[in-house]
């Protein structure tokens, strides 16, 4: 578990934009909030209160109490009209009132003395300037998503635009699980940020990164809160990011796009040697699709959907490798500078680099084979000599549906089912890790869903409660290599293995030191979801506004092999420590080191984490408010199903049964116990079916101060403080897997 503490002052100047803080509701709705005055500022007790929705014509109603104040604490993304009367003074109507998602909208209404029958409209811009919370963010509506120059219209570009982002984002993000959430914000590290849709998490968990890349279409707004946030707030102390999905209207509305790039409107790159032409990538990128929303019963019931397709073949750029000349898969390394060493005798071969066919290797010499898995060079030289530039090919459809519901002013609900699938073929390996393209070619299918059911009830004025249900899911993650990974290509192969286990059959993984060796990736299954439950409840009283509430998020993850242990099918490092060159050694067959793993588990990790949480936000005066609150973590700590989990706990570990060690770093056979320190879930674990404790004391205050200083909602002075928590992500919890005695990985040398 991690903590961090943040300590902020934010400071907002008269003419300035502010950056608009989080509010302490659910994040996909903001707030409105205000007092009503005579014309000598007296407050105003008792007066009505109209919040109109001009989207959807949705109505929520308030009383202002002895302070004269009123407070709307859940209010849906949008346009709004505030209505208020009173007997013996003239109805006030302001129109236009911008609400965006965890903001509040704080109003002073000054009414004129008057018939009821009479009223004064507003049409002046509400104040943007947050005099309520002490956190800090950021709101970029739908509109200027679209109007922004996005060069792959995806949402996690946007997060550069925002101050104090430091973003390690590639210029051509990917799909599934090529896509990245790497920025930092305010220094905080990159793993311990939040992105959301509606309130959900839209991330893997356990890897950190697929995510449901929405239609920006679709997008109401986006949403960055990156500072003191409130007790509503869990997770880290990383950026609050939060997409609000659209929502249909009253009136009918859609859109039909296309976006794309296309390499024949690009320069070519330099020529990569004298007398051959430019290499012009290709890089062809189409993104098209459309969507409609409206009415299906006016003011009650509305939809919107959406539906978009990428079609991407896109270059990562040059790529240089090392292949062997012809004259090298015969064993003639002549055209080397250096000498080499036969390391049968010590000495030089008896024909300077050339290695006699008795020696060579006849595993290696059919590896060799020409246009097998290395290809001829394409360029001069003995190093560098092949060029490549071989795109990448993504298939990517979403469909996203929304749906609302408000049936009474007391009561509403909305629906948001959204699922996306990527086709990707991968010439140079799902992750890039070769440098020539073919040899470990990959085909990935990656379909992600994501929900969630919102509902809202105000059982009266002064109380409101909100119910979200989600889910996040990746599915079906599957991988398969080329076929030439296969060793039934390669007739005669004949390179024993430690263990039975190998999938596809595939040739081992071949590091040749000063050339393009070869990684054979493995086959991959993977099944990761969370489903969150968050109650949020709103009790406004006098100067008080008491928020509490809980949040449960069970979670897990079921995935067969691990990127950092695909070695199944056996790993051969060829350093040229024999010989004096990398390939030299394969030829001869002198590897320096050789691992293969035993086995690779179908893991099942699961989790459960518990959030409640409660705080008060208190009107010390009319320009001054404190927010105080706290917020209890509980992460149980992760467990897999089947207890194939181990790992090193020294608190276990007994000097007296250490296994001596040699001067070489062997150990002597029988003396003390391998095993010492070792513990395995469900057996030996001093943690039950886990490997560390549980933590149960993790409390996280928070505290904010707002001040209007002059009291017109112009000038605000804000400072904050909290303590957060967050669970350990990526895949550090894997190792358990491949630890003994569950599992082996010998290396030899």
Known sequence: MKTRRGLAVAFVMFGMLLIPPISAQIANTGSVQGTITDPSGAVLSDARVILVSQDTGSVQSAQTDSAGSFNFPIVP???????????????FVQRDITVHAAEPVHLTVAMTVGQVSESVEVTSAVPTIDTVTASEGNTVTGKQLNELPLTNRLFTQLVNLEPGVASALDQNPGFGSNSEVLFSVNGVRNDENNPMIDGVRDLDTFGGNAFVAPNLFAVSEFRVENNSYSAATGHSAGAQVNLISRNGTNQFHGNVFEFFRNDALNAPFAAPAAGKPGLLP???????????????????????????????????????????????????????????????????????????????????????????????PNAPGLSSNFLSAV?????????????????????????RMTQDTALLYRPYGLFGENSLPYVGDATQKYPIYSGVFNVTYSPKPTLVSQFLFGLYRDNDLYLRNGPRSCRCRVPGLNIPELFPLNEGDRIPTLNIAGYSGIVEQWYFYNASYSMPFQNDNTWSHGAHTAKFGIAVTREGKNELANPSNNSTNGVFSFDGSASGDGMADFLLGKAHSYSETALDP????????????????????????LTAGLRYTYYQPEYEEQNFFASFDAATWVASQAPTVNSDGTLVPGSGNFANGIIVAGKNSPYGNALFASRKNAFAPRIGLAWDVAGRGKTSVRAGYGIFYDRWGSYSQFGGLYNPPLNQKPLIF
Not at 77 to 91: C, D, H, I, T
Not at 391 to 403: A, G, M, Q
């Open 602 to 625: 179908y893991a099942k990790y699961r989790w459960i984490n518990v959030e409640p949480y409660v705080e008060d936000q208190w009107k010390l005066r009319r320009n001054l408010t």
């Open 282 to 376: 290709e890089n062809r990128y189409n993104d098209f699709g459309y969507d409609v929303g409206g009415p299906l019963v006016k003011n009650k019931l509305f939809f919107f959907w959406s539906e978009e397709w990428r079609r991407i073949i896109q270059s990562s750029g040059l790529r240089n490798g090392t292949v062997p000349t012809d004259a090298e898969r015969g064993g003639d390394f002549s055209a080397l500078p250096n000498t080499l060493t036969d390391p049968n005798t010590g000495q030089p071969f008896a024909t300077r680099n050339v290695i006699p066919s008795s020696e060579q290797d006849p595993n290696a010499q059919l590896l060799l084979a020409p246009n097998l898995f290395w290809p001829e």
């Open 77 to 91: 993304v949008g346009q709004y009209r505030l209505e208020v009367s009173k007997p013996a003074f003239k109805s």
């Open 391 to 415: 795109p990448d090919h993504t298939r990517w459809r979403e469909e996203s549906l929304r749906l609302d519901y408000k049936p009474t002013e007391r009561l509403s609900a909305f629906l």
